[in-house]
């Protein structure tokens, strides 16, 4: 399934999710760094976690990892950077009812079977993040402004977001000042 990536740090409902299975891509990448982050942020906020990171291996290397730990009552953070590989068999039928699985993605194509599957499935999420659209600057506005309990005037609004950079951590530290 489809999320936005500027719906990761306005709404904080990650928790519904039947699997916490994350595939971030996009050539944006410190947009991807921040949603990794909030990921991060959110479901070590419900739950003590162990992030485990894993750069430039196979996803089903996790099967290793795992396999001791399945009835372990300690939840696992596992974050895959830049995979060589990534079983999605092994992604859609594995529980993983201990762990969260958040794979960065710098190098993806939109029309690579793995970002097509992720898109595609009910369960598991899917964020591309791309330099930010006006829309997307309008969003993070409005809820960086609500957030802090300020107002803006109108003028002063639609010059923020006019001469506001697109690339995100640009743009939040413009915001932040």
Not at 3 to 26: A, C, R, T, V, W
Request: overall charge positive.
């Amino acid at each position: 399934m489809k999320i936005s990536p500027e719906k990761i740090i306005i709404n904080n409902n990650i928790q519904k999710l039947k699997k916490k299975i994350f595939l971030i891509s996009g050539n944006e990448e410190t947009y991807i760094k921040k949603i990794q982050e909030e990921l991060i942020h959110r479901i070590k906020k419900s739950k003590e976690a162990t992030i485990v990171k894993k750069l430039n291996v196979s996803v089903d290397s996790l099967a290793a990892d795992s396999s001791g730990d399945l009835f372990s009552s300690n939840y696992k953070i596992y974050i895959f950077e830049n995979p060589k590989e990534i079983d999605l068999e092994f992604l859609e039928k594995t529980d993983h009812m201990n762990s969260a699985i958040i794979i960065s993605h710098t190098s993806l194509k939109t029309s690579s079977k793995t970002k097509r599957f992720f898109d595609a499935h009910k369960d598991l999420v899917s964020i591309s993040c791309y330099k930010l659209l006006r829309e997307n600057k309008s969003n993070l506005i409005s809820f960086f402004l609500q957030k802090n309990d300020l107002e803006l005037s109108r003028d002063c609004f639609w010059y923020l977001l006019e001469n506001s950079s697109d690339y995100y951590q640009i743009f939040e530290n413009e915001i932040n000042k």
